[in-house]
């Protein structure tokens, strides 16, 4: 689990989510409110279609300025399943792998935010097993 998460304000700009994701090469954030509590999850796929330019009559358009538009409560996913840190890994996993999910929230009481569990985290997790095994 990563305890350091990056986190998008359910206020900001479509924009600026994608230069969060670009800047920190990550695919999933979480989404908080003002009180710092989890209210959802948006991945790098939910935000292409809105950021990817586009060909017009006039040549390219960026997407951003539509894209400020639309809220960002209206691509991610709202309330998403949740795990507590003291849930276990085999339980994140078959939760991943069921859903298909790439990451899961840890949260504590009122929903606030204490990480992320990603496949990256899993397959990292394992890599280092194995490689003691060998």
């Not at 305890?3 to 990550?26: A, E, G, Y």
């Not at 999850?41 to 935000?47: A, N, P, R, W, Y």
């Not at 399943?81 to 009481?109: H, W, Y």
């Amino acid at each position: 689990m990563v305890t350091k998460v990056i986190t998008v304000r359910i206020t900001d700009s479509l924009s600026l989510v994608d230069q969060t994701f670009r800047m920190h090469k990550i695919r999933h954030l979480p989404v908080i409110n003002q009180e710092n509590q989890l209210v959802g999850i948006v991945t790098l796929s939910d935000l292409l279609p809105y950021i990817l330019p586009r060909i017009t009559e006039e040549g390219y358009v960026s997407h951003h300025d539509v894209a400020d538009e639309i809220g960002l409560e209206k691509i991610m996913t709202q309330n998403p399943i949740t795990l507590n840190a003291t849930d276990s890994l085999i339980k994140a996993v078959a939760i991943m792998a069921e859903q298909k999910f790439g990451c899961i929230p840890i949260v504590e009481r009122s929903n606030h935010l204490v990480g992320i569990i990603t496949q990256i985290d899993v397959l990292k997790f394992l890599h280092r097993t194995l490689a003691l095994d060998s």
